[in-house]
T-cell receptor, first 112, second 111 residues
Framework: EAGVTQFPSHSVIEKGQTVTLRCDPI?????LYWYRRVMGKEIKFLLH????????ESGMPNNRFLAERTGGTYSTLKVQPAELEDSGVYFC??????????FGPGTRLTVT | RKEVEQDPGPFNVPEGATVAFNCTYS??????FFWYRQDCRKEPKLLMS???SGNEDGRFTAQLNRASQYISLLIRDSKLSDSATYLC????????????FGSGTRLLVRP
């Protein structure tokens, strides 16, 4: 069974530019999550989808971040415009139900 | 105070040693507890869920003490391949699916 996949694996952009990250969950997993780890900090929750609906977006830092999951399959996370403090590793995870979440390899975002 | 606290380590142990990691969490209403393992520049991988009665998976044993809000992970007969960062994770009781991560404990197993 294929795991959670994320694209791109790395992205380097300049401050003020836009970046879109993509996550493909494990097939059949209705729950999809975005997390982020910034340098020297713990992994932090950003938001949670059930199918195409946002269940909890309490961790989204501000309105420069927009997550979508059209059709309830893959999800995108767009940062516009990017700021220096947005640099970090963005992880996507998915689960069937309950709490055992399986993580993708992450996208390492560097904003210069 | 952090919601999940762990000793950052590193723990440097020889192969074959037994090593224990501890973790405390601040919200007594948390209901789900996990240990994840993270290798350098990789994603967290679920190692095991932690149940109230304690549970064992091969060389790994996890314990939960709700009264003390304390979780532990014991690794017996350490292997070189156990070298990694071990993340203590609990759920946020206000939003069941939201996981709260500790900063991790680094383990180095030497030959």
């Amino acid at each position: 069974e294929a795991g959670v996949t994320q694209f791109p694996s790395h992205s380097v952009i300049e401050k003020g530019q836009t970046v879109t990250l993509r996550c493909d969950p494990i097939s059949g997993h209705d729950n999809l999550y975005w997390y982020r780890r910034v340098m020297g900090k713990e992994i932090k929750f950003l938001l949670h989808f059930v199918k195409e609906s946002k269940q909890d977006e309490s961790g989204m830092p501000n309105n420069r971040f927009l997550a979508e999951r059209t059709g309830g399959t893959y999800s995108t996370l767009k940062v516009q415009p990017a700021e220096l403090e947005d640099s970090g590793v963005y992880f996507c995870a998915s689960s069937i139900q309950g709490y055992e979440q399986y993580f993708g390899p992450g996208t390492r975002l560097t904003v210069t | 105070r952090k919601e999940v606290e762990q000793d950052p380590g590193p723990f440097n142990v020889p192969e074959g040693a037994t090593v224990a990691f501890n973790c405390t969490y601040s919200n007594s209403a948390s209901q789900s507890f996990f240990w994840y393992r993270q290798d350098c520049r990789k994603e967290p991988k679920l190692l095991m869920s932690v149940y109230s009665s304690g549970n064992e998976d091969g060389r790994f044993t996890a314990q939960l003490n709700r009264a003390s809000q304390y979780i532990s992970l014991l690794i017996r007969d350490s292997k070189l391949s156990d070298s990694a960062t071990y993340l203590c994770v609990v759920n946020n009781p206000d939003s069941s699916y939201k996981l709260i991560f500790g900063s991790g404990t680094r383990l180095l197993v030497r030959p």
